[in-house]
């Protein structure tokens, strides 16, 4: 089973990279116009896929580095640079803006009852972030305990997730502007430290 400080770091990096309380005013977006109930059903529909997405890479992400011959050391140095470049977006607000010009494009070009698929489920929650990091986490729990563990810990966050988007509206309203701005820049420093750590891990993988 793994231990309590490798579950608690994997849920921090998993909980950080998807971001539930910076989904709600894009979700808001997303669904404008829709009843209460089918905001919900797209909410629910959306976590189920991208749970779907985070758990297939969990359980067959090594074996997909493997077979393209990629070690694991360079996929968490790899992964670490790319959460790291979430992390500097989300200190300087850039990742919000990215995301919501990705939403005003789905907005455009997909029928209503595909919100739930693309954008919601990918990229939005499942996204390269997200994915990199459920992989990177797969590395650091061996067996079958640790898999099951790591697929618990998805749950967890796509709850959260779900609970974000369910009370999207309140929750907006809540945070403001500046509550968004304040919380998604502390969890950008704390993702920062997090990604750092992953390239030293791999660093030392690559070497040893």
């Given at each position: 089973?793994?231990?309590?400080?490798?579950?608690?770091?994997?849920?921090?990096?998993?909980?950080?990279?998807?971001?539930?309380p910076?989904?709600?005013?894009?979700?808001?977006?997303?669904?404008?116009g829709?009843t209460?109930?089918?905001?919900?059903?797209?909410?629910?529909r959306?976590?189920?896929?991208?749970?779907?997405?985070?758990?297939l890479?969990?359980?067959?992400?090594?074996?997909?580095?493997?077979?393209?011959?990629i070690?694991?050391?360079?996929?968490?140095?790899?992964?670490?640079?790319?959460?790291?470049?979430i992390?500097?977006?989300?200190?300087?607000?850039?990742?919000q803006?990215?995301?919501?010009?990705t939403t005003?494009?789905?907005i455009?070009?997909?029928?209503?009852h595909?919100?739930?698929?693309?954008?919601?489920?990918?990229?939005?929650?499942?996204?390269?972030g997200?994915?990199?990091?459920?992989v990177?986490?797969?590395?650091?729990?061996?067996?079958?305990?640790?898999k099951?563990s790591?697929?618990?810990?998805?749950?967890?966050?796509?709850?959260?997730?779900?609970?974000?988007?369910?009370?999207?509206?309140?929750?907006?309203?809540?945070?403001?502007?500046t509550?968004?701005?304040?919380?998604?820049?502390?969890?950008?420093?704390?993702?920062?430290?997090?990604?750092v750590?992953f390239?030293?891990?791999?660093v030392k993988?690559?070497f040893?």
């Amino acid at each position: 089973m793994a231990s309590a400080d490798v579950l608690m770091s994997a849920f921090t990096t998993l909980l950080v990279t998807v971001d539930p309380p910076g989904l709600a005013p894009l979700f808001l977006g997303l669904t404008q116009g829709m009843t209460s109930n089918q905001r919900r059903q797209v909410a629910v529909r959306g976590s189920l896929i991208a749970f779907g997405i985070l758990a297939l890479f969990a359980l067959l992400g090594a074996g997909i580095l493997s077979a393209l011959g990629i070690s694991m050391g360079a996929f968490r140095i790899a992964g670490g640079l790319m959460l790291f470049a979430i992390a500097f977006e989300m200190i300087f607000e850039r990742r919000q803006e990215r995301k919501e010009k990705t939403t005003d494009i789905a907005i455009t070009k997909d029928h209503i009852h595909n919100l739930a698929v693309f954008p919601l489920a990918i990229p939005l929650i499942a996204g390269p972030g997200a994915i990199s990091a459920t992989v990177l986490i797969a590395g650091r729990l061996d067996g079958i305990a640790g898999k099951v563990s790591l697929l618990g810990v998805i749950a967890v966050v796509l709850a959260l997730v779900l609970a974000a988007l369910t009370i999207a509206e309140p929750l907006n309203r809540f945070l403001g502007v500046t509550g968004r701005a304040l919380l998604t820049r502390l969890l950008g420093v704390l993702l920062a430290a997090l990604s750092v750590q992953f390239v030293v891990d791999g660093v030392k993988s690559a070497f040893s």
